[in-house]
């Protein structure tokens, strides 16, 4: 079946630096999803991706998806405390029916 | 009105009840879903259902029966649980199947 891997697994930064995410589907995708976590808290869409290359911004925070449509990145520029979550991405097979989360990186800020 | 409701927000029970939690949405969405996550893992996927018709069953024990009575509600029936099946129980909709999912709040699940 569809798998979809995430690293790193954890990231630990200090307030300021800049942070990235990476997404990778053993097959091609019809999109990618990403979502944020709070500590105990439930999971909140931020961003979908449809078109081979595209790139959106939200602010400092910047999502690609790679040409092949296998591949997706998350990068926050200038961390800051409010950014601390676990970020996952869910990608729908073309196939699949269904959206496949990735394991999740878990961002911790250092004020 | 992009939210997600869940009741209860917390549950502990025996090995031998019965109790359901519940979810509810009024934005229209044709799709919503049960899911289980596990403390520092990812949402697992349990079920989906479109058009109030049940569309994916993810190989879920049989001590776990969802319903959806209409388009805006969602039950999950709870019957003789082991204490492995303590868990946040998330409920999610969306437009449609390929669309994003909008979470509710869980419900922290422990069965003693």
């Known amino acids: 079946g569809q798998q979809v891997m995430q690293i790193p697994q954890y990231q630990h930064v200090q307030e300021g630096e800049d942070f990235t995410t990476y997404c990778n589907s053993s097959?091609?995708?019809?999109?990618i999803q990403w979502y944020k976590q709070r500590p105990g808290g439930h999971p909140v869409f931020l961003i979908q991706l449809v078109k081979s290359g595209e790139v959106k911004k939200q602010k400092r925070l910047t999502f690609q998806f790679g040409e092949a449509k296998k591949n997706s990145s998350l990068h926050i520029t200038a961390t800051q405390t409010t950014d601390v979550g676990t970020y996952f991405c869910?990608?729908?097979?073309?196939?699949?029916?269904?959206?496949?989360f990735g394991d999740g990186t878990t961002l911790t800020v250092k004020p | 009105d992009t939210e997600v409701t869940q009741t209860p927000k917390h549950l502990v029970m025996g090995m031998t009840n019965k109790k359901s939690l519940k979810c509810e949405q009024h934005m229209g969405h044709r799709a919503m879903y049960w899911y289980k996550q596990k403390a520092k893992k990812p949402p697992e996927l349990m079920f989906v259902?479109?058009?109030?018709?049940?569309?994916i069953n993810e190989s879920v024990p049989s001590r776990f029966s969802p319903e959806c009575p209409n388009s805006s509600l969602l039950n999950l029936h709870l019957h003789a649980l082991q204490p492995e099946d303590s868990a946040l129980y998330l409920c999610?909709?969306?437009?449609?199947?390929?669309?994003?999912?909008?979470f509710g709040p869980g419900t922290r699940l422990t069965v003693t």
């Open positions: 259902y479109s058009y109030e018709k049940l569309s």
């Open positions: 097959t091609t995708l019809s999109n």
């Open positions: 999610a909709s969306s437009q449609a199947a390929e669309h994003e999912q909008y």
């Open positions: 869910a990608g729908l097979g073309t196939n699949a029916g269904k959206s496949t």
